[in-house]
T-cell receptor
């Protein structure tokens, strides 16, 4: 079975600072990789997904993620945090059988 | 508008009283799933369905049932709810295999007392 590890259940950054949320996956072959964001009292919304076309993936709201096969990582970054980025972020893997596996989530706090 | 609709959004019930949470999608997706979200545990899959009349257990199926009689609907049934089923539930759908994302409903917060 696939597994997804998100290091850091809580991350705090100052407004304007770099956001880095870590995600590592276990897979013998590169799976399908996704980042989702969950705002309070809402469902999960897709931020970005990895396609084999490029290792650096750009998503919505200025977020991007880099796929590193050698490190089995898919870390999420944003150069400058905004107050509206405060949310829960989930990394997810989908296997070839169309099943999704989610990390335990990282709660991002942005300090004014 | 493409969406996954869950009802109800909030539900408080008593132990042992059967309940159903409905889920409907208007995107003609083959795959539908149910997840529960608990603090520190992320999302865990309860059941999934690959198409009409085809369902299978996820990681935490105990205490739940599902059915897929129509492509658009995938209700979650708790025949005898218990307090440990208090959680936030999400329904999701996605198209067939490949690099396709899951689309989520708004969630149902269930409290069993």
């Amino acid at each position: 079975a696939q597994s997804v590890t998100q290091l850091g259940s809580h991350v705090s950054v100052s407004e304007g600072a770099l956001v880095l949320l870590r995600c590592n996956y276990s897979s013998s072959v590169p799976p399908y990789l996704f980042w989702y964001v969950q705002y309070p009292n809402q469902g999960l919304q897709l931020l970005l997904k990895y396609t084999s076309a490029a290792t650096l993936v750009k998503g919505i709201n200025g977020f991007e993620a880099e796929f590193k096969k050698s490190e089995t990582s898919f870390h999420l970054t944003k150069p400058s945090a905004h107050m509206s980025d405060a949310a829960e972020y989930f990394c997810a893997v989908k296997n070839t059988g169309n099943q999704f596996y989610f990390g335990t989530g990282t709660s991002l706090t942005v300090i004014p | 508008e493409a969406q996954v609709t869950q009802n109800p959004r909030y539900l408080i019930t008593v132990t042992g009283k059967k309940l159903t949470v409905t889920c409907s999608q208007n995107m003609n997706h083959e795959y539908m799933s149910w997840y529960r979200q608990d603090p520190g545990l992320g999302l865990r899959q309860i059941y999934y369905s690959m198409n009409v009349e085809v369902t299978d257990k996820g990681d935490v199926p105990e205490g739940y049932k599902v059915s897929r009689k129509e492509k658009r609907n995938f209700p979650l049934i708790l025949e005898s709810p218990s307090p440990n089923q208090t959680s936030l539930y999400f329904c999701a759908s996605n198209p067939d295999r490949g690099n396709t994302e899951a689309f989520f409903g708004q969630g149902t917060r269930l409290t069993v007392v």
